[in-house]
């Protein structure tokens, strides 16, 4: 007997956000290799091009967005079920980090990284989650939070706060949008090394990224890390983890 896969997104399609670069594009490119169809959200077309071309054979529609244009959401959503077909799942990869000590710590900043790191993932989740736009039989939605959100790391207050948000958030939903047979779970790296870390880092001497780098007891991570554990969460045949932060940050939280 020919025995199935473990993972299997043959006929499931996806949404992605921040699928340009990094994280987002690691992802990907991993569902699109388990046979999701994919819709690569992000604000910078020719990116998303690049990652749409490391797809291969899979299903892809692009989405130039700008996430934090909340008014927006309803509409693309609504025309991308009527036209391309309903959803199954949503990941949220979408993010930034603001690098800054308390003492230059400006409101503003707070609330742009909120809008982004936060509220415009909650609103995709509440559009995506209508009748007729998700799958009738239910999905899965995925936010991408951070080790961060859980615990402290100097410099990064604002951030901290955003993704102790996504986790709490999503804890919520997934009671509520049990009934309907919708998953929500969190996934929280650890050190990733991207372009994103990176722009974080350059605030920072040699020795303090050593010393950032050498707290993790493996390893730092890859995007191709992360982006195996979320095809892990996502999957339909994982149809009873819901409301889960998993962590993968190589033992950092182990100490």
């Not at 990907?28 to 291969?56: D, F, P, Q, Y």
């Not at 503003?108 to 799958?135: F, H, P, Q, T, W």
């Not at 991207?194 to 020795?207: D, I, Q």
């Amino acid at each position: 007997m020919k025995k199935e896969p473990f993972i299997d997104f043959n006929g499931k399609r996806i949404v992605v956000t921040g699928a340009s670069s990094g994280i987002g594009q690691a992802i990907s490119i991993e569902l699109g290799g388990l046979g999701a169809g994919l819709v690569l959200i992000g604000r910078n077309k020719e990116r998303l091009e690049e990652t749409a071309a490391k797809l291969g054979p899979a299903e892809c529609h692009i989405l130039c967005l700008d996430l934090v244009n909340f008014s927006e959401i309803f509409s693309e959503m609504k025309n991308l079920a009527k036209n391309v077909g309903r959803i199954y799942g949503l990941c949220h990869c979408a993010g930034i980090v603001e690098t800054r000590p308390l003492t230059s710590f400006k409101a503003e900043k707070m609330a742009g990284l909120m809008d982004v790191n936060l509220i415009s993932g909650l609103e995709l989740a509440r559009v995506i989650c209508r009748r007729d736009i998700m799958e009738e039989e239910g999905g899965a939605i995925l936010f991408i939070s951070s080790i961060y959100g859980t615990v402290g790391m100097a410099g990064q207050i604002a951030y901290s706060a955003s993704k102790g948000a996504v986790i709490a958030a999503a804890r919520s939903m997934a009671i509520e949008l049990a009934r309907k047979n919708i998953r929500v779970n969190t996934l929280s790296p650890g050190l990733v090394r991207t372009a994103m870390t990176e722009k974080a880092f350059s605030v920072l001497s040699e020795e303090q990224v050593r010393e950032i780098e050498k707290s993790f007891p493996l390893r730092t991570g890859t995007p191709e890390d992360v982006a195996r554990a979320a095809a892990f969460l996502l999957a339909p045949q994982n149809s009873w983890i819901t409301g889960v932060d998993l962590r993968i940050d190589g033992g950092y939280t182990a100490q």
